[in-house]
């Protein structure tokens, strides 16, 4: 295809938390600058010629199928890359324990021979080898569900944070990547941990190098500084982190009251500090580039600290409720006027489909509602959920009016969905989302909601280019 691209069709999205858009009409992308920008959008045009003509270019025509719709591409604002090879695996722990019996020694294996992951291994381990293969899946697997955008967890390793950077972008995926930090003697196994702050500031600078060697523009790939959470790292070493935060412009990304036994972990390392936000606002980590995924047991206060230091948050409804960590108020961090988006939290969360986060934050939040005395006012509806999964997550991942729509100066990343057609037969396509032929746009956007899977994921372009499509 040529730099400019004609899109025609129909267009659903939620520009608002209470307004699902469905609307015919055609997009002018221009990817001469290698973005991806929409540069025209007209929503009068009713066909392909019309589109040619009324944009006066020469462009080919892309047109989802009959029952099918242009869709924003969803932003998964919290996941652990590495843990992709756990999904499901959780037995009936709670976070700490699951940590320690699941995760580090997975994260491990990705760059230490002595992990013990290879206690019973045959062939001489190669924790390398074992990092590619986890992360060309896992990336494979996001687009393929229609995350166009990622801000992912590594592990503390340079070289295979590095291999996580670079797949990223030469897959295309609009991703940010943390190396994780955790040097904390006393909550950190042995086998899993930076030897000192010296350490941790070293190889994360080193890795904030290498995805600026990649992308300088920082466009596609960029680095997120990413203590994994308060308890996992030395008090000095948060001190640091935010200053290198603060003096390199970058985002953050951590963890916050995900689990009330975590939560009183903090207070006993912390016993100075008011608060676990408090924690962190203490060592300059509370910013307007800052993710702090979970926030299920903030106090009122903590909210509005969060509030003040325009600090996002992360909603990860499947892994809270995987883990037993608690209902997040997503209604009540709305009210308070912090921005909220959705994370899969791979592999507490069981799936890699930000559209099944979408499904759980509403189920998730009829439970807070039910719990609040069955007040309905904390439903997530439909609409409402899929804004938290494009626009809700472009305000935090610091991409709001670039990422999440169809405006005009919006850039391409857009994914297209395609929906089933039952026959008389009862024969349909090859997904749960069976569509009979009475229903109206915003039930068959609702059958999708609720029943759609990466199958319904026919295409996804990224700054205007295509980088996965379903054979």
């Known amino acids: 295809m040529g730099q400019e691209t004609i899109y025609f069709g129909r267009f659903v999205s939620a520009p608002t ?117 986890v992360y060309n899946r896992l990336i494979n697997r996001t687009l393929a569900h229609g995350t166009t955008t990622a801000s992912y967890y590594a592990t503390i390793h340079v070289e295979a944070t590095n291999l996580l950077a670079e797949i990223a ?47 300088p523009s920082g466009e596609l790939l960029a680095h997120i500084i990413t203590p994994r959470f308060a308890p996992s790292c030395l008090p000095e070493t948060l001190t640091q982190l935010g200053a290198l935060a603060k003096e390199e412009d970058l985002r953050v990304q951590t963890h916050i009251s995900e689990n009330l036994n975590e939560v009183k972990l903090v207070k006993e390392l912390f016993p100075e500090q008011k608060s676990y936000a408090d924690v962190y606002d203490h060592h300059g980590l509370l910013t307007p580039k800052t993710i702090l995924a979970h926030a299920v047991h903030l106090s009122k206060e903590e909210m509005r600290l969060v509030k003040e230091r325009k600090v996002k948050v992360s909603h990860c409804p499947a892994s809270n409720s995987a883990l037993g960590s608690g209902f997040c108020p997503v209604r009540e ?22 559209l099944d ?15 609040n005395e069955g007040d309905s006012r904390y439903n997530l509806g439909v609409a409402e959920a899929l804004w938290l999964g494009t626009m809700g997550g472009a305000k935090v991942v610091g991409m709001e009016g670039r990422l999440g729509g169809f405006a005009e100066g919006m850039l391409w990343d857009v994914q297209e969905i395609n929906l089933g057609d039952v026959d008389v037969r009862g024969q349909g396509g090859d997904t749960d989302v069976d569509i009979f032929g009475w229903e109206n746009w915003e039930e068959r956007v609702a059958k999708w909601v609720w029943n759609g899977d990466e199958r319904n994921v026919r295409r996804v372009w990224i700054g205007g280019k295509l980088v996965h499509e379903r054979r």
């Open 17 to 133: 938390p209470d307004e699902l858009l469905i609307r015919t009409g055609a997009v002018l992308v221009d990817s001469k600058n290698g973005k991806g920008v929409i540069t025209k959008a007209d929503w009068t045009i009713d066909g392909p010629n019309g589109a040619v003509s009324k944009f006066g270019v020469e462009a080919p025509v892309v047109m989802p199928k009959d029952n099918g719709f242009f869709f924003p591409g969803f932003i998964d604002t919290h996941i652990h890359a590495s843990q992709y090879p756990n999904v499901g695996i959780f037995g009936k722990s709670t976070l700490l324990d699951w940590l320690t019996t699941y995760t580090f020694p997975l994260e491990s294996s990705f760059g230490n021979v002595n992990s013990p992951m290879y206690k019973d291994s045959i062939e001489p381990p190669d924790p390398l080898a074992r990092a590619k293969k």
């Open 169 to 215: 972008f030469k897959k295309g995926q609009r991703a940010y990547i943390g190396r994780v930090c955790m040097d904390r003697p006393e909550t950190c196994p042995d086998y899993y941990r930076d030897e000192s702050t010296e350490q941790t500031m070293a190889n994360t600078k080193a890795s904030i190098d290498y995805c600026r060697s990649l992308d």
């Open 333 to 354: 961090l709305l009210d308070e006027g912090i921005e909220v988006g959705l994370g899969t939290d791979v592999s507490g969360g069981y799936s890699t489909s930000i």
């Open 357 to 371: 986060a979408v499904r759980n934050a509403c189920m998730v939040s009829r439970h807070v509602g039910f719990l």
